[in-house]
């Protein structure tokens, strides 16, 4: 593939990912990215859409013996693509569970909601508590998986793990948006 079909290939990408989940510039997108991708976090749809014709002019300037850098910022480019896209998912996600209709809430889940009434600070350390549990209940997980003969229950229990590790990662994301927010504020 020339240089020229894979811009073309690549606009299509490009538009086929904005059809798929159409945002308007204004948007704001409330993800922290990785800073080999994009430069800044929780800015508009219209910055991310700006880095990403960056990257693609990047690669139009490139000559066409440039090959290595060319695949450098083609695979450059297909990062920023599914970051944004992971991050429009999980937008699209929240948006339909705040649409959809309440189902009635257990004592857990009112205790849950509590917690993220609560000041900043009062909610980071019940932040680092609900991570405390998580991360025993991994290794509680983990033992029984380990000392399990049978497969059926292996597999059950790998998925467990996944889900409570999935947990996990939202739990530090939680705690690292919560302390960025924190210092920003002293």
């Given at each position: 593939m020339n240089k020229t079909q894979l811009i073309q290939a690549l606009r299509q990408k490009i538009a086929q990912c904005y059809q798929q989940y159409p945002v308007s510039d204004t948007q704001k997108i409330y993800a922290k990215f990785d800073r080999t991708l994009f430069s800044e976090d929780f800015q508009h749809f219209k910055f991310y859409r700006a880095e990403l014709n960056n990257t693609l002019a990047q690669i139009e300037r490139l000559q066409e013996n440039e090959h290595t850098q060319c695949q450098f910022y083609t695979e450059k480019l297909l990062a920023q693509l599914q970051a944004l896209l992971d991050a429009l998912k999980q937008h699209k996600r929240r948006d339909k569970k705040t649409f959809t209709n309440p189902s009635p809430?257990?004592?857990?889940?009112?205790?849950?909601?509590?917690?993220?009434?609560?000041?900043?600070?009062?909610?980071?350390?019940?932040?680092?508590e609900a991570l405390q549990a998580l991360n025993q209940k991994i290794a509680h997980q983990q033992d029984q998986y380990i000392q399990t003969q049978n497969e059926l229950k292996k597999q059950q229990l790998q998925q467990l793990i996944r889900h409570t590790e999935q947990r996990r990662t939202r739990c530090l994301e939680a705690i690292e948006l919560l302390e960025e927010h924190l210092d920003n504020t002293q």
């Open positions: 809430q257990s004592a857990q889940n009112k205790q849950q909601h509590a917690i993220h009434r609560l000041p900043p600070r009062e909610r980071l350390a019940k932040y680092y």
